[in-house]
C-alpha cells in the first residue's frame, strides 16, 4: 500500500535575520577535547560495528554506541617534558547486535579496536599504550527496540526530532574555521600545539571576539618564554586567517586563564586536558554541524554513534542540515535563512516522519509563495533518499560533530 503524501510545512521565519541580532554567540571544542573525543570514538565503534555486521551479513543491525565516557587521569606537566601519572580511562557504553543465530559476534575487540584507532589518528602526542586505558561494556539490545529494526523497511526507533538550519553566520563560520585552522593546519608547523583546542566567539554589532584555549606541550617547550612566543604565534596566524574570513573588527585572546606573575600556563605533556582530571561524555559538545549555537535551534540529542539506519535522533539531524542548506543554495539568494525541524513517531517509516517544519526568511521583496514550493520539494526529496544516510556516514561524506 502506498504511503501517504510526507507532511512537509513551509512557513515564515518569525525571529529576524541571524546577522541582524545585536549578539550572538557560538562555539566549537576541537578534536581533541574531552567531549570531541567522545563523539568520535562513539562514531568509530558504530561505524566499525556496521562495517562487520555487512560484511558477515550484508546489512547493518541493531546497534547504539552513544554513550562513550572518558574519566580524566592525572598528569604532572613541565617545561621540556613532564609526565602523566594516571592514564585517562575511556568506557564505551550502549547496546549492540551481539550473536546472529546462536553464532557470537566479535563484537567487543571491533569496538576497541575502533576507539583505539580513532583516538590515535587524532592525538599525536598521546602513548595510547600507556596515558590511556580503555574498557567495552557494550551489551546486548532490548529486545523491544530490535524487533523494530528489524521490521520490514526502515522504521524510527524512538520518538524523537532533529534541527537544522542554514546558512551559517559569519561568526559561525570564523569559529568552525578557525578552530580547523589550528588542529589540522597551524598544529603541523607549530608542534608545541596540543589537539585540544576550544574557540569561543561572541559578536556585538560589527565587532567579534575570539577567545581561544589551546593546551601547549611541555616537550616542546624548553622554558616560559617558548612558551608566550608560541601563544604569541598562535593569536598572530588566528589572526592573519580570519581576517580573510570577515572584515568586521576582530579581537583575538589566547589562553586567557594564563598568569605570567603566577606561573600559571596552559601546558600539558600530552596535548589534551583529559590528561588532568578533564572528563567528556557523548553528546556534551559540538552538533552535527560542528558548533554550539544558542541563538539557533539545537537538538539535545548525542547523534555520534547512534545507529545510521533507524535511529531518527541522528538521521533527522543531519536530514535537517542538508535539506536546510539545499533550500538556501537552490533558492538563489530568495532566502536569508532556514530552520528545519522534522519529528518522528517509533515504528514509523523514518522517510515518512509526524512532520518536517521549514521556517523560512525570505529576502527583502520576496515572498513566502514564491519560495514556499520549492522548499517543500528540497525537503520532500531528503526523506526520500533518507536510506542514504548510512553510507555517507559510512565513507565520512556526512560528520556528526
Not at 550502549?94 to 571491533?110: C, H, I, N, S, Y
Not at 600507556?130 to 546486548?140: A, L, N, P, S, T
Request: with cysteine; net charge negative; hydrophobic share 35%.
Amino acid at each position: 500500500m502506498a504511503l501517504a503524501q510526507r507532511n512537509i510545512v513551509v512557513t515564515t521565519l518569525k525571529s529576524p535575520f541571524i546577522e541582524d541580532q545585536p549578539v550572538e554567540l557560538v562555539e566549537r571544542k576541537g578534536l581533541g577535547h574531552p567531549d570531541s573525543l567522545c563523539d568520535g570514538i562513539s562514531e568509530a565503534v558504530s561505524r566499525g560495528l556496521s562495517k562487520m555486521y555487512l560484511d558477515a551479513y550484508g546489512r547493518i543491525l541493531h546497534h547504539n554506541t552513544d554513550e562513550t565516557h572518558i574519566v580524566g587521569g592525572q598528569a604532572a606537566p613541565a617545561f621540556g617534558g613532564g609526565k602523566v601519572t594516571q592514564p585517562a580511562y575511556a568506557v564505551l557504553v550502549g547496546r549492540a547486535t551481539t550473536e546472529v543465530d546462536g553464532e557470537k559476534l566479535p563484537f567487543r575487540q571491533t569496538a576497541m579496536t575502533a576507539a583505539k584507532e580513532y583516538v590515535k589518528s587524532v592525538c599525536s602526542h598521546l602513548d595510547l599504550a600507556k596515558q590511556m586505558e580503555f574498557d567495552c561494556r557494550i551489551g546486548q539490545g532490548s529486545v523491544d527496540l530490535r524487533g523494530v529494526f528489524e521490521q520490514e523497511g526502515y522504521m524510527a526507533n524512538d520518538t524523537s526530532f532533529g534541527c537544522g538550519y542554514a546558512p551559517l553566520s559569519e561568526t559561525e563560520t570564523l569559529v568552525l574555521e578557525t578552530e580547523r585552522f589550528l588542529t589540522l593546519r597551524l598544529k603541523k608547523r607549530l608542534p608545541s600545539l596540543g589537539e585540544d583546542v576550544k574557540v569561543m566567539g561572541c559578536r556585538q554589532g560589527d565587532r567579534i571576539s575570539l577567545t581561544v584555549a589551546a593546551a601547549m606541550v611541555g616537550r616542546e617547550l624548553p622554558d616560559a618564554d617558548a612558551y608566550l612566543a608560541a601563544m604569541a604565534k598562535v593569536r598572530e596566524e588566528v589572526v592573519k586567517n580570519a581576517s580573510k574570513l570577515t572584515h568586521r573588527t576582530l579581537d583575538v585572546s589566547v589562553n586567557t586563564g594564563d598568569s605570567v606573575a603566577q606561573k600559571v600556563y596552559y601546558l600539558t605533556v600530552t596535548g589534551l586536558s583529559l590528561e588532568n582530571g578533564d572528563d567528556g561524555s557523548t553528546g556534551r559538545g559540538n552538533r552535527v554541524n560542528g558548533l554550539i549555537t544558542p541563538y539557533r535551534p539545537m537538538s539535545m540529542e548525542a547523534t555520534s554513534g547512534k545507529n545510521p539506519i533507524t535511529h531518527v535522533g541522528k538521521i533527522y539531524n543531519l536530514l535537517s542540515r542538508e535539506i536546510a542548506r539545499d533550500v538556501v543554495q537552490e533558492a538563489g539568494g530568495n532566502i536569508r535563512e532556514v530552520h528545519v525541524r522534522i519529528l518522528s513517531q517509533i515504528g514509523k517509516p523514518v522517510d515518512h516522519p509526524l512532520v518536517a517544519a521549514l521556517e523560512v526568511l525570505p529576502a527583502d521583496g520576496v515572498t513566502l509563495e514564491k519560495v514556499e514550493a520549492q522548499a517543500r520539494d528540497v525537503a520532500d526529496r531528503w526523506l526520500g533518499h533518507a536510506d542514504t544516510v548510512p553510507q555517507k556516514l559510512l565513507t565520512g561524506k556526512f560528520t556528526t560533530f
